[in-house]
C-alpha cells in the first residue's frame, strides 16, 4: 500500500513531464513542415520545388513510403533525409498531419 503510493508519487510528474513534451514536440515538428517542408512543397503544401503534399495528392500512396521518403529522402532528388532531425514515428505522424489538415 505505501509502497504503492510511492510509486504513484513517484511516476505522476513524469508521466505529466512527458505530455507537455509531447504537445511542445508536435508544436515543433508543425513549425517545421510549414517552414523547412513548406519552403520546397510550398506554404499551402500546393508543390512547388517539390511535389503537392495535399490530401488528394498523397492519396493513394501508401503511409509506408511516404514515411521512407520523409526518413530517408529520395537520392538522387532534392528531397533530403530528415532522419537526423525526427524519428519515423514522427514522420508517421507528420504524414497524418498532411492526410488530415486542421
Ligand atoms: C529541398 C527541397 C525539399 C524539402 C526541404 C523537402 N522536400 Fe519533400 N520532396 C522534395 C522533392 C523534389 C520531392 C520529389 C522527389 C521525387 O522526384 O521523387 C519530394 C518528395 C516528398 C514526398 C513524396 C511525395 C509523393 O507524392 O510521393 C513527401 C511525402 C515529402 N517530400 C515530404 C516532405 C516533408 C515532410 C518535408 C519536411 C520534413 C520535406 N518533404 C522537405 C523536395 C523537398
Do not use: Y
Request: with cysteine.
Amino acid at each position: 500500500m505505501v509502497k504503492e503510493l510511492a510509486w504513484g508519487l513517484l511516476l505522476a510528474p513524469m508521466v505529466v513531464h512527458a505530455e507537455t513534451l509531447k504537445a511542445e514536440r508536435q508544436q515543433q515538428l508543425l513549425n517545421l513542415l510549414k517552414q523547412d517542408c513548406g519552403s520546397c512543397h510550398g506554404l499551402q503544401f500546393k508543390g512547388g520545388l517539390g511535389p503537392p503534399l495535399l490530401p488528394e495528392a498523397l492519396s493513394g500512396k501508401p503511409d509506408s513510403t511516404l514515411i521512407d521518403t520523409i526518413v530517408n529522402g529520395r537520392p538522387g532528388t532534392a528531397m533530403p533525409p530528415w532522419r537526423g532531425f525526427l524519428t519515423a514515428d514522427e514522420a508517421a505522424w507528420l504524414v497524418n498531419q498532411l492526410r488530415n489538415p486542421q
